[in-house]
């Protein structure tokens, strides 16, 4: 039912499928190229300081820990990684040879640019899949609650929002690169940080320092591996990353995939009786806490970036968010054993209201403040993209050109009014009507979002033009497409 003051918006009939839009060429593929060029770097890193790393020689049974064989996922890690730099190298001497012919085609040449990132990214993943193979009842026990939180990250977009199947992308690198990563460099840090750390005059405090730069090291690495996920998935898909909504959205994302992967990591190697305790802890009080807070943190950075023109800036920007991800990774594991000892205290030997009531307290000590950053950015994000849309809508209705109306724009500013909506056409005409109204209502959203980048800062080649934009809503409408007007002058344009 419909009051005076909200007329009714009509759904149009369900139109043949719109023409595709114009794929967004990949000029993004060198810099994520030379962004997972870091990831083996650190590793070889790690090689050279195992090399010459002092020897062990111990007579004390506990030094046993550290002088356990390499698993077996991490030698096939090594050999993978080994023979992916070579690979890596075979092609990109190809792709020198045939850019300095000038006989590649463009579609060869980014078939070699995507072997390249794939040869240098996939054998951090050996360790990651090893972790989920062998334990698939934890894995699937776990779906349910991560898949849940992916959704509600999904909804955190109240207007326009990203590719489901961009969001799915940053959920498996961090599942499965990220976690790789992460687990790799800290079997690296065990292998080679004692033979440099241990003093045999002073056990006690070497083991200190020992488990606090562990700590240093899981913070740095973990949220380097992640980082990484959200940088690369930020240079292939910039169109659909419009600010820090979608910086936030999407490390969450892989913050979620990360924590999946670990979370089984942990219940499938801990005592038979902690598995659900681990569950508590990382499906439950700190499903969007921890590692989503810290990425999300980190996210929002690259999405803030979106919209500064000056480089140093987005440079600034970005590396304040991972350094900030990693400093709460950092704070969180060097603080944990000390809460955990106040929290036997606080509850005695009742380990069930330790659990229930200690841990939320404990989770809200060390990741509370990054939830309540996250929070905050998102609801200003959402504001500021109110804002933006509301301009860019109103120009658009003005043009006269049919895709949005001014209902339409009213609607597409209210997303609880397109809820209700999309339950009504729900129940009316499926979910085939529904999923129609879904494309039409983010198709105005995009076609309104990319106006308004055209026009703001930070504005660059990798917004596409209104045009098939706008073709493809009255598409959606069934109305025939416009004719082409001049297209709007970049911010940069403006102002000269």
Not at 303 to 323: F, M, N, Q, S
Request: a positive charge; hydrophobic letters at 50%.
């Amino acid at each position: 039912m419909t009051t005076a003051h909200e007329p009714p918006v009509p759904v149009p009939p369900l139109p043949p499928g719109p023409p595709p839009l114009p794929r967004t060429p990949r000029r993004g593929l060198p810099a994520a190229i030379g962004v997972a060029l870091v990831l083996p770097a650190a590793f070889g890193i790690g090689q050279v300081l195992f090399w010459t790393a002092p020897e062990i020689t111990s007579p004390l049974p506990w030094m046993r820990v550290f002088l356990l064989p390499e698993p077996d996922a991490f030698k096939l890690t090594r050999t993978f990684l080994y023979a992916g730099w070579a690979l890596a190298a075979l092609l990109g001497a190809l792709l020198l040879a045939g850019r300095r012919k000038a006989t590649a085609p463009a579609r060869v040449v980014r078939a070699l640019q995507a072997g390249i990132l794939a040869a240098l990214l996939v054998p951090f993943a050996v360790m990651s899949l090893d972790v989920l193979r062998r334990a698939p009842l934890t894995l699937l026990l776990c779906l349910p609650t991560t898949g849940a939180a992916l959704l509600c990250v999904h909804r955190m977009q109240l207007f326009r929002r990203m590719p489901g199947r961009l969001l799915l992308a940053g959920f498996g690198w961090g599942m499965v690169f990220g976690a790789g990563f992460g687990t790799v460099m800290i079997t690296w840090f065990t292998r080679y940080a004692p033979g440099y750390l241990l003093d045999w005059q002073h056990p006690r405090d070497a083991i200190r320092t020992l488990y606090t730069l562990f700590a240093l090291n899981a913070g740095i690495v973990a949220e380097l591996g992640k980082a990484a996920g959200v940088a690369v998935l930020f240079l292939l898909f910039r169109r659909h990353i419009d600010g820090v909504v979608s910086g936030v959205v999407l490390g969450a994302a892989v913050g979620l995939g990360f924590n999946l992967t670990e979370t089984v990591g942990f219940m499938s190697t801990i005592e038979h009786g902690q598995q659900s305790a681990q569950f508590w802890i990382r499906q439950v009080v700190g499903l969007m806490a921890a590692h989503v807070a810290f990425t999300a943190v980190a996210g929002a950075g690259f999405g803030a970036a979106r919209r500064l023109p000056e480089l140093r800036d987005r440079l600034l920007v970005v590396g304040g968010g991972v350094l900030a991800a990693a400093g709460g990774h950092f704070a969180t594991d060097s603080v944990m054993p000390q809460l955990g000892k106040m929290r036997e205290e606080l509850f005695g030997h009742d380990q069930t209201l330790g659990l229930l009531l200690g841990m939320p307290l404990i989770t809200a000590v060390t990741s509370g403040p990054f939830v309540a950053v996250y929070a905050v950015v998102l609801r200003r994000g959402l504001k500021a993209q109110a804002a933006g849309l509301a301009e860019a809508l109103r120009a658009e209705v003005a043009s006269g050109a049919g895709a949005v109306t001014a209902p339409e724009a009213d609607l597409l500013l209210a997303p609880r009014r397109r809820l209700l909506l999309e339950l009504r056409v729900w129940r009316r005409d499926g979910t085939a009507g529904l999923r129609h109204l879904l494309r039409l209502h983010q198709a105005q959203l995009d076609l309104a979002t990319q106006r308004w980048h055209r026009t703001g800062p930070g504005a660059d080649s990798c917004i596409p033009d209104e045009g098939p934009l706008r073709t493809r809503v009255l598409a959606l409408k069934h109305l025939p497409a416009a004719p082409a007007g001049p297209a709007l002058p970049t911010a940069q344009e403006a102002l000269s």
